[in-house]
């Protein structure tokens, strides 16, 4: 005699199986929770259901809805679909786009919990991140930001109509090669609105038709080199506004030989590696709101009656698989998962400003005991990125928890010296030199574009300042100042320079090329 289970009337669902109809009733409740319990505060929300190969397709084109064609995107497929295939690696469950409405793409393939999940963590989670952290405000345009891409896409089609798919290739190549130093790192006073760039492009065309005179071509012109007096370096450097930090601006604004279409696919690309500077700046911030805001939504729906246990033990087995932390000696190890750190540092404040220690009360004793966890979460993730959040929260509990210690590795000493241990000057060591991990200024190059003579050679000389000790690598940066060159039309020279005694440490030069522009 079999037992009959009956299924409770509160559950949103029951098995593996999904239909749109369980979607709506599972994104209502959610709903609920995260803006009545949670006070989050979200974009519209837009769920896309797409298959496994669109994930990849996704994947491919940096995550992006409408992206314009470039062969990286099919190399980039290609490699992760022969991965998939084979088993190497699985598929995120779910890609978010940072616009209003907010677009969470979800797979077909996932269980109902899954899209529970998923509908919990990026429809919510990332979504309140995006519309609230301040650089997030200061630098990207999320109602903008999806006419732009199909402006952008339709632009660059009908560039390769006119101009021929090689020549565009070897601009776009060049663009990408340059947008990690393509975009401005301090918030100008006019905010970026993407809807009008379309309006701009027309306006900067008509201004050039209007402009253009073709008795110019046969006016002589002044050799390189020749009569007219060059400027004073003070002098051409405040002109031309040196130094500048932004590559693609200064060679879209500058640059003496680009055609009028070449600029506009540099902005293009800029205002693209714009888009996703602040994404740089908050992936362990970004992930760990939008974990916590999935953990704390599928406990209070279980809570409720919502799913039921084995739904839970299946949430509970996928959550703790993302938050895994390998030890530093397992073989697993490749850093600190910003996933378990972020949701730890989460939960962690909702501790001190809760249910504080003696400790937390002389570490934080703004935070400690005011009792409202969500509400110093919610200031948290407004106003800090990854640097200065572990900075201003990471707690010596927390360090303790995840056993952290430093350890100093000079290259002229033969051993290694553990520097920083469980004790006050030690968790002070551990949380400044974990924040500088986070810290774009000390991860990528600092290059800047210091002079160019325009009225004589054109050379376009860059300096390097070695904050680290660490130089570019010799190919690399060879391969990075041949785009530099292409873009520019000259001779392209790099100075790799101490920050300390500005001396000289290492040279790069590029000589002339044809030019893209011709």
């Not at 992930?287 to 509970?316: K, Q, V, W």
């Amino acid at each position: 005699m079999s037992a009959v289970i009956d299924k409770p009337d509160s559950l949103l669902y029951d098995g593996a199986d999904w239909d749109y109809d369980q979607i709506k009733r599972v994104y209502d409740a959610i709903e609920d929770i995260a803006l009545k319990d949670m006070g989050l505060n979200v974009y519209p929300n837009q769920i896309e259901v797409i298959t496994a190969e669109q994930m990849l397709d996704a994947y491919s084109s940096i995550g992006m809805p409408l992206m314009y064609k470039h062969w990286s995107f099919g190399k980039h497929f290609a490699r992760d679909e022969m991965l998939y295939r084979k088993g190497y690696r699985g598929l995120a469950y779910e890609i978010v786009i940072n616009s209003s409405p907010c677009i969470s793409y979800i797979m077909e393939e996932n269980t109902m919990t899954m899209q529970t999940l998923v509908i919990a963590h990026a429809a919510f989670g990332h979504n309140h991140f995006f519309k609230n952290n301040q650089l997030f405000q200061q630098w990207t345009d999320a109602e903008g930001i999806l006419d732009y891409l199909e402006f952008a896409k339709s632009y660059i089609a009908q560039c390769e109509d006119r101009y021929g798919h090689h020549a565009v290739e070897r601009v776009l190549d060049a663009a990408h090669a340059l947008m990690n130093q393509g975009v401005h790192k301090y918030p100008k006073k006019r905010s970026l609105d993407l809807r009008l760039e379309q309006k701009r492009e027309r306006e900067r065309q008509e201004y050039q038709e209007q402009t253009f005179n073709d008795l110019w071509r046969t006016v002589p012109k002044v050799a390189i080199g020749g009569n007219r007096p060059s400027k004073s370096v003070s002098e051409r450097k405040k002109l031309l506004g040196l130094p500048e930090e932004n590559l693609l601006y200064f060679l879209e604004k500058k640059a003496p030989r680009l055609e009028h279409w070449q600029r506009e696919i540099l902005r293009i690309v800029r205002h693209m590696a714009q888009y996703f500077y602040p994404q740089k700046q908050t992936k362990l911030m970004n992930e760990g709101c939008a974990t916590y805001t999935h953990y704390t939504i599928l406990n209070e729906m279980h809570r409720r009656g919502m799913i039921s246990e084995g739904a839970m033990l299946e949430f509970l087995h996928s959550h703790t698989s993302v938050v895994f932390q390998p030890e530093f000696d397992d073989q697993r190890f490749s850093g600190i998962n910003p996933y378990a750190l972020g949701f730890a540092m989460m939960q962690d404040i909702q501790r001190i400003a809760e249910n504080p220690t003696d400790e937390d009360r002389y570490w934080f004793p703004d935070l400690a005991g005011r009792g409202d966890g969500m509400g110093a979460l919610r200031d948290a993730w407004a106003n800090f990125r990854d640097e200065s959040f572990v900075l201003q929260y990471l707690s010596p509990h927390l360090m303790r928890k995840f056993k952290m210690f430093s350890v100093r590795d000079d290259a002229e000493d033969p051993y290694l010296l553990v520097e920083n241990i469980h004790n006050e000057r030690g968790y002070r060591g551990i949380r400044k030199l974990l924040a500088r991990q986070y810290d774009l200024g000390f991860l990528e190059p600092d290059i800047q574009i210091v002079d160019v003579d325009l009225a004589g050679d054109r050379k376009l000389i860059l300096h390097h300042r070695v904050t680290n000790g660490v130089l570019l690598d010799e190919s690399d940066a060879k391969a990075v100042l041949r785009h530099i060159a292409n873009l520019w039309g000259y001779e392209v020279q790099l100075v790799e320079v101490s920050a300390l005694s500005d001396a000289i440490l290492k040279e790069h030069a590029v000589t002339a090329p044809s030019g893209i522009g011709g």
